[in-house]
């Protein structure tokens, strides 16, 4: 008999800042173990791999990733790494600054409908701008998002760095995507069912006008803000509910919150 599956994982952490002061290997190093243990069918780090964009950093940056056993990883840069026209070593060492990957993934079910095959299509976009830690999304990347989320009847996730929508507990409010408003109105009208992004070092989630926004947290490093803990979100999306598990790498579970798959 098959083994009852009922959802599929995603592994998201961002903000791992190598090369920064207060980065910790063994932070690192634990949540890697944790999510290589977990066995997610896809990894989204989602930006801020370095603290200045220096080559050296992307090349430690780097050897951490490549730890990651997933069969799928996307890697999208934050604004730390186009400090120092540091997006060219990103480009030479992870490939594109704007993807589009479609996947499948099975999931094996005890009802009535057996086994269900799901194709999502994933956009991951680069919101930072060199030396700016503001971001923006841009009128001339609207036509990506138009083009990747076209069909009906996929399961649609959408990633950057850049929050769209204010982060509690991150103090006064700054460096939101210029555009939000008109990004935000442009993922609802095609249907997106998934936002994940970094940037505030903060791991909250957001239902917002039918989508999940999730945000996760600095994953190792010690830049954290008043008694926040370094995290990391483990999400696994099942037929009906989406559930999040953030977690401190080595500690403890922080929160495990349940969602429909299209919250309203």
Known sequence: MAKTRDHYTIAQFS???CGDPRFDAALMEKMLAEINAAGPDLAVIAGDLTADGYREQFEEARRYIDLVQCPERIVIAGNHDNRNVGYLHFEELFGERHT??????????DGKQGEIQERVKIL???SSKPDLND??????????IDQAFADAGHYKIFIL???LVSIPSTGRERNVVWDSGDVLEKLRDVDVDLVLHGHRH???NWPVANMLIASSGTASTWRTRGYIQPSYNLIEIGPEVVTIITKVPGGEILSRDRYRRRPR
């Open 202 to 204: 903060v791991a909250y």
């Open 135 to 144: 971001g923006e999304i841009g009128r001339q990347n609207y036509k990506w």
């Open 15 to 17: 903000d791992i800042h």
């Open 161 to 163: 760095h850049h929050h």
């Open 124 to 126: 991951a976009l680069d």
């Open 100 to 109: 589009q990957t479609e996947l499948d993934f099975k999931v094996v079910s």
